[in-house]
């Protein structure tokens, strides 16, 4: 088991940027896959970025593509999502989460354990 905790929301101003935190203990980090998902008030949970278990590979959703970066550092036991060029409807409720012996995957129903949250809120 792995338990994760997101860090680094925050209230930005729309062209600007934030920098999120996954910070995981438990079983050994680079079994998992990570990825990053988020949830606005009223809809469902959206994949936003993922990466492979050794870093090497990376996927993201079209409307972040260009703006966001997700890295890891097992080293660590951390993974990031640095997020710039935010807009108002990057405005959500930003979630960690792990896929055990995963592949980077966009599939919310995929992954095995979740982090708390951690609110970013964009005004325009």
């Known amino acids: 088991q792995v338990q994760l905790v997101e860090s680094g929301g925050g209230l930005v101003q729309g062209g600007g940027s934030l920098r999120l935190s996954c910070a995981a203990s438990?079983?050994?980090?680079?079994?998992?896959?990570m990825g990053w998902f988020r949830q606005a008030p009223g809809k469902e949970r959206k994949f936003v970025a993922a990466?492979?278990?050794?870093?090497?590979?990376?996927s993201y959703a079209d409307s972040v593509k260009g703006r966001f970066t997700i890295s890891r550092d097992n080293a660590k036991n951390t993974v990031d999502l640095q997020m710039n060029s935010l807009k108002p409807e990057d405005t959500a409720v930003y979630y960690c989460?792990?896929?055990?012996?995963?592949?980077?995957?966009?599939?919310?129903?995929?992954?095995?354990?979740w982090g708390q949250g951690t609110q970013v809120t964009v005004s325009s």
């Open positions: 990466i492979s278990r050794s870093g090497g590979s990376t």
């Open positions: 438990g079983r050994t980090f680079s079994v998992y896959a």
């Open positions: 989460a792990a896929d055990w012996l995963g592949s980077y995957s966009s599939r919310a129903a995929d992954y095995d354990y």
